[in-house]
T-cell receptor, first 115, second 114 residues
Framework: GAVVSQHPSRVICKSGTSVKIECRSL??????MFWYRQFPKQSLMLMAT?????????EQGVEKDKFLINHASLTLSTLTVTSAHPEDSSFYIC???????????FGPGTRLTVT | GEDVEQSLFLSVREGDSSVINCTYTDSSSTYLYWYKQEPGAGLQLLTY?????DMKQDQRLTVLLNKKDKHLSLRIADTQTGDSAIYFCALAQLSSGSARQLTFGSGTQLTVLP
């Protein structure tokens, strides 16, 4: 149990376009989902926390108009990178948890490359 | 905010024990986790410990927590080549509320030599 999926696993897009990444909890209801960004050989940087039906809470330095997060249901959160630039190229990982759990379950990650 | 430190690299011989260390600054850390990340993949929760515990063992994994020194360690017994990966410690505090955001260490690249 407690499986989190991400789609797509890898995406290449042109500079200036927008890309949507989906994060799904497959066998549980995720009241809270987290979006992280990971640069090569570095740790995970929390970008935002989203609760189902509410606006996401962004970490300092993360542009909310550039990284749009929607958590419309208890099993799905989306991250849209708008007007992507090469510096947005990174590994994006989501995680999910329920109210009663002290565990965060991580998705497999999405490799975004902006050309 | 919380500062979490790890050594970047560790190499061990197959069959030996590995000990990965993590130090932190915030004594209010309540939940302490160890995650494993293989190349190009997400994070896999290996084990966790609550701050009211000193030690937890789960098969080949032993977690030790020294609250006085703010030091957390993960020992992997009989290390195998499949254990080669990056290991992250992560901490959550009650102060982060119900969201329980995690603060990650920099990760330790474990290389198991044949």
């Amino acid at each position: 149990g407690a499986v989190v999926s991400q789609h797509p696993s890898r995406v290449i897009c042109k500079s200036g376009t927008s890309v949507k990444i989906e994060c799904r909890s497959l066998d549980f209801q995720a009241t809270t989902m987290f979006w992280y960004r990971q640069f090569p050989k570095q740790s995970l940087m929390l970008m935002a926390t989203s609760n189902e039906g509410s606006k996401a809470t962004y970490e300092q330095g993360v542009e909310k108009d550039k990284f749009l997060i929607n958590h419309a249901s208890l099993t799905l959160s989306t991250l849209t990178v708008t007007s992507a630039h090469p510096e947005d190229s990174s590994f994006y990982i989501c995680s999910a948890r329920t109210d009663n759990s002290y565990e965060q379950y991580f998705g497999p990650g999405t490799r975004l490359t902006v050309t | 905010g919380e500062d979490v430190e790890q050594s970047l690299f560790l190499s061990v011989r197959e069959g030996d024990s590995s000990v990965i260390n993590c130090t932190y600054t915030d004594s209010s850390s309540t939940y302490l986790y160890w995650y494993k990340q293989e190349p190009g993949a997400g994070l896999q929760l290996l084990t966790y410990i609550f701050s009211n515990m000193d030690m937890k063992q789960d098969q080949r994994l032993t977690v030790l927590l020294n609250k006085k020194d703010k030091h957390l360690s993960l020992r992997i017994a009989d290390t195998q080549t499949g254990d080669s990966a990056i290991y992250f410690c992560a901490l959550a505090q009650l102060s982060s509320g119900s969201a329980r955001q995690l603060t990650f260490g920099s990760g330790t690249q474990l290389t198991v030599l044949p």
